[in-house]
């Protein structure tokens, strides 16, 4: 869901964190972002309350 099509999304939010890290830091910085990936999540009754749809 927060990966967007393509991964555009994952991408924007990295970037937008990274630009202001880098503000706070006052230096360029290199942010590694990791995505887990929980096979079957719509049909996990946990799944759907972890990631607030309940």
Same mark, same amino acid.
């Given at each position: 869901i927060v990966i967007?099509?393509?991964g555009k999304r994952i991408k924007k939010i990295g970037s937008w964190a990274r630009s202001d890290i880098e503000k706070m830091l006052g230096k360029h910085i290199y942010l590694h972002? =990791?995505?887990?990936v929980d096979p079957d999540w719509r049909n996990k009754e946990a799944a759907l309350k972890? %990631?607030? %749809? =309940?």
């Open positions: 967007g099509a393509g972002l =990791k995505v887990r972890q %990631y607030g %749809y =309940k």
